[in-house]
């Protein structure tokens, strides 16, 4: 079973959902993907875990990095777990590549490489935003490109954790906005 709750983040209200493992979903209200793979049977409850993840984006809202996870339940393909895996380890305040996570994933993998794409298409897809820090990726060559909660959500998080942004841009064309 899954429960849900809301919180209102200062960015957007985020729709979090979870089961009795561990955190299965955090969404800002009209995201892309927008509570992809709730289940239907859902029931309106502050759990525990639901209450522990609200304290952490408090304090996470608060512009200081929490020093504690919530429980959290990844659902997904053994390829989009690899890769949120490598998103948790990203620090915060810091951002990495597309391109730098397909090559750690072939590495990890013994390939001789991997495609950034392919890692987009995982990277996007989330669905523990915030958390699993899918904001932290950007483009090879600096753009802000490829956030299921929209690129002034994904701008507002990074300067929220003092990310350098000198370097970082918003695209003006193309179809990762």
């Known amino acids: 079973m899954q429960y ?11 729709l ?7 955190l299965t979903g955090l969404w800002f209200d009209g995201g892309k993907y927008y509570a992809d793979h709730l ?3 859902h029931e309106e409850k502050d759990t525990p875990i639901l209450k522990r993840t609200k304290k952490w984006l408090s304090i996470y809202f608060s512009g200081r990095e929490p020093e504690f996870l919530p429980p959290i339940h990844m659902i997904g393909t053994p390829f989009q ?7 948790q380890k990203i620090p915060y305040g810091k951002t990495v590549t597309y391109g730098e996570i397909a ?8 390939l001789p490489q991997m495609s950034a794409q392919a890692v987009g298409g995982a990277v996007g897809h ?14 090879t060559n600096g ?6 909660g929209g690129i002034d959500k994904k701008v507002k998080l990074l300067t929220l954790e003092n ?3 000198q370097h970082l841009f918003i695209p003006t064309k193309g179809t990762a906005l």
């Open 4 to 14: 849900i709750t809301h919180y209102q983040s200062p960015i957007g209200d985020i």
């Open 16 to 22: 979090l959902a979870a089961d009795e493992t561990g």
């Open 39 to 41: 289940d239907p049977e």
């Open 81 to 87: 777990l690899s890769i949120w895996q490598i998103l």
């Open 103 to 110: 090559k750690e994933i072939a590495v990890q993998k013994g």
């Open 126 to 139: 989330n669905k523990i935003s915030i958390i699993i820090p899918c904001h932290r990726v950007v483009g």
């Open 143 to 148: 753009s802000l490109t490829g956030y299921a």
């Open 163 to 165: 990310t350098d942004m």
